[in-house]
């Protein structure tokens, strides 16, 4: 009788380590969910040469996990931006990447029009990570911590 009275006795703090245990490896899971919103973002995905992606982080902390985007342009793909003007460089830089343009003329003239939107509309927020913590909440999460419980129980 006394080793169940111990076994119960012990059992929140296993239960306490095994959902922050689930915690963390919901947030490890969480970085391929991220990356895989920012992947199939409408009608355009954010990605041109893989910075975003692959500035998604996962950190295991004493109490669960955080899950962040650490790229200086993760802010505005995410919530959008007012409108403002852009530098011409980049953007030229980028039509010739894509393929939009041929010459250096072509891209800074791509690179105009789309300055031009720019400071009159901003651009429209993506909400890659918005998406990515709601599948992370409702499905990841519960499922993580379940896995993590039954091995205590």
């Known amino acids: ?24 490896s919901a947030t490890q899971r969480g970085i391929g969910e991220v990356v895989h919103q920012i992947d199939s973002t409408k009608p355009y995905a954010p990605n041109d040469v893989g910075t975003l992606r692959s ?10 996990g955080e ?24 953007l030229a830089e980028w039509a010739i990447r894509k393929g939009l343009a041929q010459d250096e003329k072509q891209a800074k003239s791509i690179a105009f029009g789309i300055r031009k939107k720019a400071s009159v509309k901003g651009f ?30």
């Open 55 to 64: 500035s998604v982080r996962g950190l295991n902390r004493p109490t669960g």
């Open 67 to 90: 899950l962040r985007v650490e790229a200086p342009h993760a802010g505005p793909i995410e919530y959008g931006t007012r409108p403002y003007s852009p530098p011409i460089a980049p």
């Open 124 to 153: 429209a927020p993506k909400h890659y990570f918005r998406r990515a913590m709601q599948v992370v909440r409702k499905t990841i999460i519960p499922a993580e911590v379940e896995r993590e419980l039954e091995k205590v129980s």
């Open 1 to 24: 009788m006394k080793k169940l009275a111990r076994r119960i006795a012990l059992l929140p703090d296993k239960m306490d380590d095994a959902v922050i245990r689930g915690l963390q």
